[in-house]
């Protein structure tokens, strides 16, 4: 091959992004269909970021003992449990998931708060308890929390991250800079400790 032949630096650069534009593209399409679910409690499709109905479960089944931990414990008194469990049941049973196993627990925390883990885990707080006027309020706030698992919050707050963490690495390929790569193990981990935090 004659010097006038041979492919200038910058045309064998191009067709390599070229290239590595198509895989990645390639790849994220792969992604996005294998990541998106139809979320229960809204009828929305969400991207999920490839977190499913069983990472879920297994999710919140990791996280309940923590959480327990972090709030004080739970409350031990039979007949308040029984009771906050069954307006639980009774919402799940006309909610959109009603075949989903979930779990009730009051916390005992003066703290006013409720919350919910992915997996049909949901917390009420003593100082929740304490402030709810009557039975409605208390069901309101539950069947706020049930909503929370149902629209799968932390699936789709998982794949928000994930796309942010593509597009940093997908910024630091198209610029080379390594800093950026960094960012986007950083947007990674991000993503991963998100779900273990309360929605």
Do not use: W
């Not at 479960?57 to 996280?63: D, F, K, T, V, W």
């Not at 009774?90 to 909610?95: D, R």
């Not at 883990?117 to 208390?138: D, F, K, M």
Request: glycine share 12%.
């Amino acid at each position: 091959m004659t010097e006038q032949q041979k492919p200038s630096p910058n045309r064998r650069t191009g067709r390599r992004f070229k290239a590595l534009a198509a895989l990645v593209l390639l790849g994220l399409s792969s992604l996005g269909l294998a990541a998106c679910e139809t979320a229960p409690g809204t009828g929305r499709n969400i991207f999920t970021g490839g977190l499913d109905s069983n990472s879920e479960l297994a999710l919140g089944r990791s996280e309940h003992p923590k959480m327990v931990a972090q709030f004080g414990g739970a409350y031990e008194d039979p007949e308040l449990n029984r009771y906050v469990t069954s307006i639980g049941n009774l919402l799940v049973a006309t909610s959109e998931q009603p075949d989903l196993k979930y779990t009730f627990t009051i916390l005992d925390s003066p703290i006013v708060n409720a919350f919910a883990l992915p997996g049909g885990y949901v917390y009420v707080s003593r100082g929740l308890l304490t402030l709810a006027r009557n039975e409605a309020e208390l069901a309101g706030v539950m069947a706020h929390e049930i909503g929370h698992v149902t629209a799968r919050h932390s699936a789709e707050r998982y794949g928000n991250q994930v796309l942010a963490g593509i597009a940093v690495v997908g910024a630091a390929i198209l610029t080379g800079d390594s800093d950026v790569g960094q960012l986007g193990g950083q947007a990674a981990q991000m993503a991963k400790s998100s779900l273990n935090t309360t929605v």
